[in-house]
């Protein structure tokens, strides 16, 4: 069965900086491209950053570009999404997700979600 656990949610303050961690089970990871992605109220799932499988290959959405960095380890089936300089507008739950490229490119055919960690960036 396939599992995503999402965790480092927080409140943070304007400007300052969180690390979230997601722990993949039941696929082989290294296979696959794996990715970040958000959801605010009212709003759509969007894809924040994607990784290749070796992590050769970074993507990264315009509004989190030299912001957020996602880093992965195939050893531990895990991927990280470092964010700084965060924004109220950062404020979202986030998910993480692990497929084929051209899957992970169109979240809505994914069909495997974790429960997410929010994330809150206010005063």
């Known amino acids: 069965q396939v599992e995503f656990v999402e965790s480092g949610g927080s409140l943070v303050q304007p400007g300052g900086s969180l690390r979230l961690s997601c722990a993949a089970s039941?696929?082989?990871?290294?296979?696959?491209?794996a990715a970040w992605y958000r959801q605010a109220p009212g709003k759509q799932r969007e894809l924040v950053a994607a990784?290749?499988?070796?992590?050769?290959?970074?993507d990264y959405a315009d509004s989190v570009k030299g912001r957020f960095t996602i880093s992965r380890d195939n050893d531990k089936n895990t991927v990280d999404l470092q964010m700084n300089s965060l924004k109220p507008e950062d404020t979202a739950v986030y998910y993480c997700?692990?497929?084929?490229?051209?899957?992970?490119?169109?979240?809505?055919?994914?069909?495997?979600w974790g429960q997410g960690t929010q994330v809150t960036v206010s005063l």
């Open positions: 039941g696929i082989i990871f290294k296979f696959l491209g």
């Open positions: 997700n692990a497929d084929r490229w051209a899957a992970l490119k169109a979240p809505s055919t994914l069909t495997s």
């Open positions: 990784i290749s499988n070796y992590g050769s290959t970074t």
